[in-house]
Protein backbone atom coordinates (compact mmCIF):
# COMPACT_ATOMS: atom_id res chain seq x y z
CA UNK A 1 0.00 0.00 0.00
CA UNK A 2 0.47 3.72 -0.02
CA UNK A 3 3.44 5.01 2.85
CA UNK A 4 5.59 7.97 3.54
CA UNK A 5 8.62 8.06 5.27
CA UNK A 6 9.67 11.20 6.88
CA UNK A 7 13.25 13.06 7.68
CA UNK A 8 12.92 12.31 11.25
CA UNK A 9 12.74 15.29 13.81
CA UNK A 10 13.33 17.95 15.66
CA UNK A 11 14.64 20.27 13.58
CA UNK A 12 16.20 23.31 14.71
CA UNK A 13 17.44 26.20 12.38
CA UNK A 14 18.42 29.75 13.10
CA UNK A 15 16.81 32.48 11.37
CA UNK A 16 17.32 33.09 7.66
CA UNK A 17 18.59 29.69 7.36
CA UNK A 18 17.73 27.13 4.72
CA UNK A 19 15.24 24.36 5.24
CA UNK A 20 14.65 21.00 3.56
CA UNK A 21 12.56 18.63 4.99
CA UNK A 22 13.12 15.08 3.47
CA UNK A 23 9.49 12.75 2.40
CA UNK A 24 10.09 9.99 0.07
CA UNK A 25 6.84 7.88 -0.35
CA UNK A 26 5.95 4.20 -1.83
CA UNK A 27 3.03 4.14 -4.00
CA UNK A 28 0.87 2.12 -6.48
CA UNK A 29 0.83 4.82 -9.74
CA UNK A 30 1.12 8.74 -8.93
CA UNK A 31 -0.84 9.59 -6.50
CA UNK A 32 -1.21 13.48 -5.49
CA UNK A 33 0.99 14.27 -2.57
CA UNK A 34 0.71 16.96 0.52
CA UNK A 35 2.27 18.85 3.26
CA UNK A 36 0.61 19.86 5.77
CA UNK A 37 1.52 21.94 8.82
CA UNK A 38 0.24 22.19 12.50
CA UNK A 39 1.36 25.59 14.35
CA UNK A 40 1.37 25.10 17.93
CA UNK A 41 -1.99 24.19 19.65
CA UNK A 42 -3.50 24.26 16.18
CA UNK A 43 -5.02 21.59 14.02
CA UNK A 44 -3.65 20.57 10.58
CA UNK A 45 -3.94 22.95 7.48
CA UNK A 46 -3.06 22.18 3.86
CA UNK A 47 0.30 23.82 3.10
CA UNK A 48 0.98 23.07 -0.45
CA UNK A 49 0.55 20.06 -2.48
CA UNK A 50 1.25 18.40 -6.36
CA UNK A 51 -0.92 16.57 -7.88
CA UNK A 52 1.24 14.84 -10.90
CA UNK A 53 5.05 14.00 -11.86
CA UNK A 54 7.25 17.12 -11.71
CA UNK A 55 4.62 19.30 -10.25
CA UNK A 56 5.84 22.16 -7.57
CA UNK A 57 3.82 23.09 -5.04
CA UNK A 58 4.43 26.83 -3.47
CA UNK A 59 2.99 28.61 -0.64
CA UNK A 60 4.31 31.00 1.55
CA UNK A 61 7.84 30.75 0.64
CA UNK A 62 7.54 26.78 1.10
CA UNK A 63 8.24 24.95 -1.97
CA UNK A 64 7.97 20.85 -2.42
CA UNK A 65 8.82 19.13 -6.06
CA UNK A 66 7.25 16.30 -7.33
CA UNK A 67 10.00 13.63 -8.35
CA UNK A 68 9.09 10.24 -9.28
CA UNK A 69 12.50 9.28 -10.36
CA UNK A 70 13.69 9.07 -6.53
CA UNK A 71 10.06 8.78 -4.94
CA UNK A 72 10.27 11.97 -3.33
CA UNK A 73 8.48 15.23 -2.43
CA UNK A 74 11.22 17.16 -0.34
CA UNK A 75 9.74 20.63 1.39
CA UNK A 76 12.39 23.68 0.99
CA UNK A 77 12.04 26.98 1.85
CA UNK A 78 15.38 29.62 0.72
CA UNK A 79 15.03 31.47 4.04
CA UNK A 80 12.99 30.24 7.46
CA UNK A 81 11.31 32.91 10.24
CA UNK A 82 10.40 32.05 13.90
CA UNK A 83 6.67 32.06 12.27
CA UNK A 84 7.86 29.25 10.59
CA UNK A 85 8.11 27.38 13.81
CA UNK A 86 5.48 24.28 13.60
CA UNK A 87 5.59 20.62 12.83
CA UNK A 88 5.31 19.34 9.33
CA UNK A 89 3.17 16.12 7.86
CA UNK A 90 4.33 14.73 4.26
CA UNK A 91 1.06 12.96 3.44
CA UNK A 92 -0.43 10.66 0.39
CA UNK A 93 -3.51 9.50 -0.20
CA UNK A 94 -3.78 5.31 0.78
CA UNK A 95 -6.60 3.90 -2.07
CA UNK A 96 -9.82 6.53 -1.92
CA UNK A 97 -10.66 6.67 1.38
CA UNK A 98 -7.77 8.15 3.43
CA UNK A 99 -5.07 10.24 3.77
CA UNK A 100 -1.63 8.52 5.37
CA UNK A 101 0.60 11.16 6.84
CA UNK A 102 4.75 10.46 7.86
CA UNK A 103 5.35 10.58 11.22
CA UNK A 104 6.18 14.81 11.35
CA UNK A 105 8.92 17.03 11.49
CA UNK A 106 9.19 19.32 14.26
CA UNK A 107 10.71 22.74 13.38
CA UNK A 108 12.27 25.03 15.86
CA UNK A 109 13.70 28.27 14.28
CA UNK A 110 15.94 30.06 16.42
CA UNK A 111 15.83 34.66 16.55
CA UNK B 1 -16.63 30.90 9.59
CA UNK B 2 -15.07 27.77 10.98
CA UNK B 3 -15.64 24.89 8.04
CA UNK B 4 -14.55 22.53 10.52
CA UNK B 5 -15.33 23.06 14.27
CA UNK B 6 -14.82 20.44 17.05
CA UNK B 7 -16.08 20.69 20.45
CA UNK B 8 -14.73 20.50 23.12
CA UNK B 9 -11.04 21.96 22.60
CA UNK B 10 -10.25 20.67 25.99
CA UNK B 11 -11.97 17.62 27.74
CA UNK B 12 -10.30 16.03 31.27
CA UNK B 13 -11.84 13.07 33.13
CA UNK B 14 -11.66 10.24 34.81
CA UNK B 15 -10.91 6.71 34.37
CA UNK B 16 -14.02 4.86 33.34
CA UNK B 17 -15.96 7.89 32.61
CA UNK B 18 -18.10 8.09 29.18
CA UNK B 19 -17.62 11.38 26.69
CA UNK B 20 -18.38 12.55 23.28
CA UNK B 21 -16.81 14.82 21.00
CA UNK B 22 -18.46 16.57 18.56
CA UNK B 23 -17.76 17.60 14.93
CA UNK B 24 -19.85 19.84 12.38
CA UNK B 25 -18.41 20.91 8.72
CA UNK B 26 -20.06 23.28 6.42
CA UNK B 27 -18.11 22.59 3.62
CA UNK B 28 -20.33 20.92 1.51
CA UNK B 29 -18.06 17.58 1.80
CA UNK B 30 -19.38 14.03 1.24
CA UNK B 31 -16.76 12.34 3.97
CA UNK B 32 -16.07 13.03 7.21
CA UNK B 33 -12.97 11.76 9.31
CA UNK B 34 -11.63 11.22 13.06
CA UNK B 35 -7.80 10.87 13.71
CA UNK B 36 -5.72 10.06 16.94
CA UNK B 37 -2.77 12.33 17.77
CA UNK B 38 -0.37 10.62 20.33
CA UNK B 39 2.08 12.61 22.17
CA UNK B 40 4.74 12.02 19.04
CA UNK B 41 2.91 13.59 17.08
CA UNK B 42 2.10 10.54 14.88
CA UNK B 43 -1.25 10.72 13.09
CA UNK B 44 -3.74 7.89 12.85
CA UNK B 45 -6.69 7.45 11.26
CA UNK B 46 -9.52 6.03 13.46
CA UNK B 47 -12.53 6.33 11.25
CA UNK B 48 -14.11 7.25 8.36
CA UNK B 49 -17.88 7.94 7.24
CA UNK B 50 -18.96 8.64 3.90
CA UNK B 51 -22.70 10.52 3.65
CA UNK B 52 -23.68 8.65 6.88
CA UNK B 53 -22.11 5.22 6.07
CA UNK B 54 -19.43 3.76 8.02
CA UNK B 55 -16.14 3.20 5.21
CA UNK B 56 -13.27 2.95 7.57
CA UNK B 57 -12.95 1.52 10.66
CA UNK B 58 -9.00 0.97 11.70
CA UNK B 59 -8.33 -1.31 14.37
CA UNK B 60 -9.98 0.79 17.31
CA UNK B 61 -11.23 -0.55 20.35
CA UNK B 62 -14.80 -1.27 20.15
CA UNK B 63 -15.21 1.45 23.74
CA UNK B 64 -15.32 4.13 20.66
CA UNK B 65 -17.75 4.43 18.99
CA UNK B 66 -18.41 6.95 15.76
CA UNK B 67 -21.72 8.52 15.08
CA UNK B 68 -23.33 10.41 12.11
CA UNK B 69 -26.13 11.65 12.06
CA UNK B 70 -26.38 13.64 8.86
CA UNK B 71 -23.36 13.85 6.41
CA UNK B 72 -22.41 17.49 8.42
CA UNK B 73 -21.80 15.62 11.66
CA UNK B 74 -19.52 12.97 13.08
CA UNK B 75 -19.58 12.64 16.54
CA UNK B 76 -17.31 10.39 18.62
CA UNK B 77 -18.48 8.52 21.94
CA UNK B 78 -16.02 6.83 24.03
CA UNK B 79 -16.87 4.18 26.51
CA UNK B 80 -15.01 3.03 30.18
CA UNK B 81 -12.06 5.95 29.18
CA UNK B 82 -8.45 4.54 30.05
CA UNK B 83 -5.47 6.23 30.53
CA UNK B 84 -4.29 5.84 27.01
CA UNK B 85 -6.74 7.55 25.04
CA UNK B 86 -5.20 10.47 26.80
CA UNK B 87 -4.65 12.10 23.05
CA UNK B 88 -5.39 14.87 20.51
CA UNK B 89 -8.30 13.85 18.43
CA UNK B 90 -8.83 15.69 15.62
CA UNK B 91 -11.46 15.62 13.03
CA UNK B 92 -11.62 15.90 9.26
CA UNK B 93 -13.75 16.63 5.82
CA UNK B 94 -13.39 16.25 2.19
CA UNK B 95 -15.09 14.55 -0.90
CA UNK B 96 -14.71 11.06 -1.51
CA UNK B 97 -12.70 10.46 -4.01
CA UNK B 98 -11.35 14.29 -4.13
CA UNK B 99 -7.48 12.92 -4.45
CA UNK B 100 -6.65 16.00 -5.06
CA UNK B 101 -8.15 18.71 -2.46
CA UNK B 102 -6.64 17.35 0.50
CA UNK B 103 -8.19 17.52 3.73
CA UNK B 104 -9.98 20.21 5.99
CA UNK B 105 -9.57 19.60 9.60
CA UNK B 106 -10.21 21.06 12.97
CA UNK B 107 -8.52 22.53 15.56
CA UNK B 108 -8.70 19.48 17.66
CA UNK B 109 -9.80 18.26 20.97
CA UNK B 110 -7.25 16.75 23.67
CA UNK B 111 -8.54 14.50 25.69
CA UNK B 112 -6.46 13.60 28.82
CA UNK B 113 -7.64 10.75 30.98
CA UNK B 114 -6.49 10.82 35.09
Known amino acids: GNSVTQMEGPVTLSEEAFLTINCTYTATGYPSLFWYVQYPGEGLQLLLK?????DKGSNKGFEATYRKETTSFHLEKGSVQVSDSAVYFC??????????FGTGTRLTIIP | DTAVSQTPKYLVTQMGNDKSIKCEQNLGHDTMYWYKQDSKKFLKIMFS???????INETVPNRFSPKSPDKAHLNLHINSLELGDSAVYFCASSHLNDRVGGYTFGSGTRLTVV
Open chain 1, 50 to 54: ATKAD
Open chain 2, 49 to 55: YNNKELI
Open chain 1, 91 to 100: ALPFGNEKLT
